[in-house]
């Protein structure tokens, strides 16, 4: 990244601005701004989240917010009640009262004296997603949002659900966010009353991993903060972002096809971060970038972006799966709109071993994946609590060897897909609840296996997500399966697997009982949308270098650590996917502070006993200044039966050296079609 710190503003920053609430709570925000704003107002940049602008994200911050306010915007970093320094209690996420109060905060500013009266947003991950929900409610003030890593749809494209299927990435983020809503604010900044607002945030506590388990369907909880509930709410100009290592991606595309106002999309080669720091592939000048967003928007400048390609797509090709360090090469391409005109698709049929470009006779083939296929997978949203671990996939060809898999010839000449693959395929199966993973894999000459994108669906959701029911064993039924949308070009010479397994552990729970499905040959196809008849725009160089303003001054007192491991127990048949984080000690000298996050996970399983899976979380926080430190301690862990899960949770606060709150939670959640 090119380091500026030569605008065309000179930036003044205000540390911790108070925004009061009609309800009397306080909020906390940072805040950069052009020296003359009071005199000559701009345009307002917000980013909304719960992370901790004095400590947590100050370091991202400090990349992104100035460089806008170099550039003439004043740009405000704002803590969600309850996080950070913001007064009040955080209960969840997305709730009515975290969008009731971005309101209140868009009022606010439009009175400021330094404010224009034009705001937008921006935000990835949950700042994302407020930008889209707030987007809907159509505050006056708010002229244009950039939404990074979100979705329009709580169920199907968040952490928690995918296909019907519980991911355990809703564990680890429900370890996330408990830890999040539970931290205390900073002594230097809100006084003495530190230690009475950390006890209201605990006492008030509650573990939303159990709410999230009470809603095993798509019911009103998740239609809750869910745009695509009411595409045309969001009239506001929209930019939506994300990369194709993300969990998130499909939602750009939905985004593109049902919104009615000006928008835009970017999809790059990128997991769970802001483009300018992008990984892995390039990073870009994605500041650059939005500038041109934000004064179209919010200064009205005629900069002909609305001509420009509705869509900026990377095209991958030759991935190479790596825990730590995945690469993938490609190039840029544009498209003036979503869906295409023309889509033509290229259909492949289910062969014995094979993907034939003809039909051939029908045969039968059974498939009962270990407990442990899926353990290559890797995080289902790489790196989306920031960090440096290997969270990403590995070789693929151990989880092929636990599926079915389908292959094609070796390819006479490149073949380029972009869109959603959707399997057509008639099943039966000896079990009630029953799950498919469904993986297209690259394979390259000399056989290494690299997953391009992936689907999982619970059987019993086959008819949707809010209509589960079950599977009569033995009956024989079809399903139509969407792979997440992709672009990718599989090279000459290479290879097209498609992989099915029953089980994909560690990445989603698995189901009550081991089942064996008999995949039926004869009418079973794989379709891949081809990027035939598409008018695609050569994009040779259309972003700048990635550039960002000085990095915060930030002394690393001890480095950050991880390290994951698979262990396997012979005598009792369990495997142990252990991955522990430290951040390290980071001294902060311009708040005198420093602050350290540990994490220990455990993703264990038994051979053969689907109702063994555990996952079990260990979260440390700590800031302290001088002689004294607070700190808490959390331990969050999912089990299960045939019936039900079981949710353990404990919370302790440290003040210093005293335990000043304890508390231990347990509840059994029946399964319901899981």
């Known amino acids: 990244m090119i380091e500026r710190n030569q605008f065309p503003h000179t930036v003044r920053m205000v540390q911790n601005l108070q925004i009061p609430l009609s309800d009397g709570c306080t909020l906390t925000a940072r805040l950069w701004l052009p020296d003359d704003a009071e005199t000559n107002p701009v345009p307002a940049i917000v980013e909304y989240i719960p992370y901790r602008q004095h400590d947590g994200t100050a370091a991202l911050d400090a990349r992104t917010h100035p460089y806008f306010a170099g550039h003439g915007y004043a740009a405000l970093r704002v803590d969600i009640r ?51 929900q707030i987007a809907a409610l159509r505050p006056p003030q708010l002229k244009a949002i950039i939404t990074v890593c979100s979705t329009d749809d709580r169920y199907t494209d968040d952490v928690h659900w995918m296909g019907g299927c519980l991911l355990t990435s809703s564990v680890s983020w429900g370890a996330g966010i408990f830890g999040v809503k539970h931290r205390p604010p900073d002594v230097s900044v809100v006084g003495d009353k530190w230690r009475d607002m950390w006890l209201d945030r605990l006492e008030s506590n509650s573990v939303p991993l159990i709410s999230w388990l009470k809603h095993q369907q798509r019911d009103e909880f998740w239609q809750h903060g ?12 929209v930019y939506a972002v994300g990369g194709w290592t993300d969990g998130y991606t499909d939602a750009i595309f939905r985004l593109m096809e049902n919104l009615k106002g000006p928008r835009r999309a970017l999809v790059g080669p990128w997991t769970h971060v802001y483009p300018h720091f992008g990984f892995p592939g390039p990073a870009i000048g994605f500041l650059q970038d939005s500038l041109r967003w934000w004064d179209r928007w919010l200064k009205d400048k005629k900069n002909e972006i609305e001509s420009e390609p509705m869509l900026n797509i990377w095209m991958q090709e030759n991935f190479r799966a790596d825990a730590s360090n995945p690469t993938v090469n490609g190039n840029w391409f544009g498209l003036k709109d979503w869906p295409p005109d023309e889509h033509s698709r290229k259909v492949f049929w289910l062969a014995d071993n094979k993907l034939d470009p003809s039909p051939r006779s029908e045969i039968s083939l059974e498939i009962r994946s270990p ?78 296996s690299s997953r391009i994108t992936f689907g999982l669906l619970n059987l019993c959701n086959r008819d949707g997500h809010n209509n589960p029911k079950s599977i009569i064993p033995g009956e024989r039924f ?19 697997r498609l ?148 949710v353990q949770a404990k919370l302790e606060a440290f003040d210093t050296d005293e335990c000043i709150f304890s508390r231990d939670w347990i509840e059994r959640i029946p399964r319901n079609f899981k």
């Open 226 to 237: 869910s745009v695509c509930e009411d595409y045309d709410s969001v009239e506001c100009p």
């Open 499 to 646: 992989a099915i397994s029953t089980n994909y552990w560690p990445m989603a729970w698995p189901s009550p009982k081991r089942e064996t499905v008999t995949v039926f040959s004869g009418s079973a196809s794989l379709e891949l949308p081809t990027t035939d008849n598409i008018d695609v725009i050569t994009l040779d160089e259309p972003f700048k270098q990635a550039e960002g303003a000085p990095e915060l001054l930030a002394h690393i007192e001890s480095p950050e650590s991880t390290a994951m491991n698979i262990n396997y127990n012979v005598g009792t048949g369990e495997t142990d996917l252990a991955y522990q984080t430290d951040d390290g000690v980071t001294y902060y000298p311009d708040i005198d502070l420093s602050t350290q996050r540990t994490a220990d996970n455990h993703y264990l399983i038994r051979d053969n006993d689907p109702t063994s899976a555990t996952v079990r979380m260990y979260r440390t926080f700590k800031i302290s200044r001088q002689d004294w430190s607070a700190s808490t301690v959390e331990t969050l862990q999912l089990t299960c039966d045939a019936d039900a899960f079981e």
């Open 371 to 448: 407990t442990t296929s899926g353990l290559k997978g890797g995080e289902w949203c790489p790196r989306d609590g920031g960090g440096m671990g290997p969270e990403f996939q590995m070789d693929q060809r151990q989880d092929d060897g636990c599926s079915l898999c389908f292959e094609t010839d070796y390819l006479e000449e490149d073949f380029e897909i972009l869109g959603k693959p959707t399997l057509n395929l008639d099943v039966a199966v000896d079990q009630p609840i029953a799950m498919l993973a469904i993986r297209l894999c690259d394979l390259t000459p000399t056989g290494k």
């Open 82 to 132: 309850g996080s950070g320094n913001s007064e009040g209690v955080l209960h969840d996420e997305y709730l009515k009262q975290e969008h009731e109060d971005a309101l209140e905060i868009l009022s606010w500013i439009e009175k400021q004296s330094w404010c224009s009266g034009n705001i937008g947003m921006i935000g990835i991950s949950w700042g994302g997603f407020a930008a889209l």
């Open 478 to 496: 079809t399903i139509q399966l969407q792979l997440k949308s992709v672009a990718y070009r599989f090279l000459k010479g290479h290879r097209i």
